[in-house]
């Protein structure tokens, strides 16, 4: 094991830290199937393996305090000298990592986005959001009500697979979208997502935005819609439209209200250029919330994207240091203020939304800048044709570092698949030094790193040149299935439709209970602090009056 000077820090002494609310990064460095099964609530996921492609957005000032966690000190010591590399200054170790923390009593979660999804079961518990189960709705919509289901999902989710007749609109889209997708005022709007969270959150913002028609959240989404034996569409591409001027500007005046009603706070380019002046000592993440193609098309430059309702749900994946400065910016002034909305009730993050003229301001086109942190040295690649002539003379051999789900549903033919913190260890296993080693991941920058961190213990690594999707595209040969991975489900959280048909059922209605636990587990442990807010509106008892109504009538 790697060797470091890195302190230990006592679970007591974290949990000190976490209550004393200032800036600080729980960094859990096993891979995220792994910390899947058992976590800290406020942990980020940085497998050791992808450290370099993960911390430097997760975690932007070098000299944040960062806790590493792992299982009982199996990666901590090796990620810590990463780190270090990296230029980061103040790191510790938990002491005992998660074993450690449980044995001293306090709760140990499970599951992926923790502290969005247990925030979205304490908003439906404390603010009771209005709901409609499965067989409900399939009756609403197939005696003709007037109802639209609006889908809180980013895009690629709804095409994968929506309820019937649904129309895409996620999340922080839902203000800015739903009077425009609802005939009229009192069009049924019900939100539904894969799960539960993104439909209690996306119900609830239109409750708190105080919208004139009535609304409800699909009790446990399209996983409720499938267990009633219920079917879905597939390769959907509706979208709720976008709202004319006047709509607009009801949305804007909702949203407004909103804001002022969670305590948002508004700042212009002046404070913001104060805050990036300050970034070197207080953390500070810029994020733009609107749609992934729209921050293609052209962006506040060093911004990044962040869609509202991903956002708000996955915190952790976007924001690894609590108590940071926060700033959230769209065009509209109607997304960023509902994010905020949202984010201000988590209670660990300071909340900002910029407003004002952007006439002065640098904007940029393209997909997000990543931040890459890598071993010195040159990174050796191999282009496509010249592995597909080495693969067919048994020459190279090939191992797929990226995620386990892409690898059954592609991979190089004779590829074998290795979670990314395992690769060293399984080398000692499956490499034949007689051939060249060749790593690939999904666009070839993963693989490369480890490539990188590979040179001078191994000679002859190369990185496959635009990755998996670039030899897919080429047409070369490929296989699915997982037959060659080699650790198993270590690297990810498969969902319950990741899984075999015969087990989907029962997995999803394990899930549905693990989200439905959360509320007892936050009660137990008193960690979260959750600030969670009742905006008053009409709009709840509108909805919950439609639909009783509408149950008593069918």
Not at 133 to 157: C, I, K, Q, Y
Not at 194 to 204: E, F, K, M, V
Not at 391 to 415: K, Y
Request: charged content about 25%; proline content about 5%; hydrophobic content about 45%.
């Amino acid at each position: 094991m790697t060797q470091t000077t890195s302190p230990l820090i006592s679970p007591s002494a974290l949990r000190d830290a976490l209550a004393a609310r200032r800036e600080l990064a729980i960094l859990d460095v096993r891979e995220e199937g792994v910390s899947a099964r058992r976590r800290l609530f406020y942990s980020s996921i940085a497998p050791v393996g992808r450290l370099g492609l993960l911390v430097g957005q997760l975690v932007p000032r070098r000299d944040t305090p960062i806790v590493l966690v792992d299982e009982a000190g199996e990666y901590s010591a090796r990620a810590a000298a990463q780190l270090a590399r990296f230029g980061y200054t103040d790191v510790a170790i938990l002491e005992g990592g998660v074993s450690g923390w449980e044995a001293a009593g306090f709760e140990v979660f499970s599951g992926t986005n923790v502290p969005g999804k247990a925030f979205g079961e304490a908003i439906e518990h404390r603010l009771a959001t209005p709901n409609i189960d499965a067989a409900t709705l399939r009756h609403l919509l197939d005696a003709g009500e007037d109802l639209v289901v609006l889908d809180s999902r980013p895009f690629p989710e709804y095409q994968n697979m929506n309820i019937p007749g649904g129309v895409e609109c996620a999340g922080a889209e839902l203000v800015y979208r739903a009077l425009a997708a609802a005939p009229s005022p009192d069009t049924l709007i019900v939100v539904n997502c894969a799960g539960r969270t993104r439909s209690i959150l996306g119900a609830q913002s239109l409750v708190n935005a105080g919208i004139p028609n009535p609304v409800a959240a699909l009790t446990g989404g399209s996983m409720s819609w499938l267990l009633e034996g219920l079917e879905l569409e597939r390769g959907q591409i509706r979208t709720a439209p976008r709202p004319d001027d006047a709509t607009l500007a009801d949305a804007q005046r909702f949203a407004q209200r909103a804001a002022k009603r969670a305590g948002v706070v508004e700042i212009d380019r002046t404070t913001l250029a104060g805050f990036e002046r300050e970034a070197a000592t207080h953390a500070l993440y810029r994020f733009d919330v609107r749609s992934p193609l729209e921050y293609e098309a052209g962006h506040r430059a060093g911004w990044r994207s962040a869609p509202g309702g991903q956002l708000v749900q996955a915190t952790d994946e976007y924001v690894g240091t609590l108590h940071s400065r926060v700033v959230l910016a769209d065009d509209d002034g109607v997304r960023a203020r509902m994010t905020a909305s949202w984010l201000v009730q988590l209670g660990y993050l300071q909340v900002f939304v910029l407003t004002g003229d952007d006439a002065s301001a640098d904007f940029e086109s393209g997909p997000e800048t990543r931040v890459v942190f890598r071993a010195p040295g040159r990174t050796q690649w191999i282009e496509a044709d010249r592995l597909a002539a080495a693969l067919e003379a048994r020459t190279a051999q090939v191992v797929d570092v990226d995620s386990s789900l892409a690898f059954r549903r592609a991979h190089i033919t004779g590829a074998r698949f290795v979670a990314a913190s395992a690769l060293e260890a399984a080398l000692t296993q499956i490499d034949d030094p007689s051939r060249q080693l060749v790593l690939t991941s999904s666009d070839g920058v993963l693989a490369g790193l480890l490539a990188t961190e590979l040179r001078g213990r191994r000679d002859g690594v190369a990185a496959l040149l635009g990755g998996t999707q670039r030899w897919l595209a080429l047409g070369l040969p490929h296989a699915g299935g997982d037959e060659s991975n080699l650790t198993g489900d270590d690297d990810a959280w498969y969902s319950p439709y990741h899984y075999a048909p015969g087990e989907t059922a029962q997995q999803m209605r394990a899930y549905l209970a693990w989200e439905l636990q959360l509320v007892g587990q936050l009660e137990r442990d008193r960690i979260a602090s959750f600030d969670v807010i009742d905006f008053g509106t009409p709009t709840q008892a509108r909805s919950e009056a439609r639909l009783a109504t509408l149950r008593r009538a069918h």
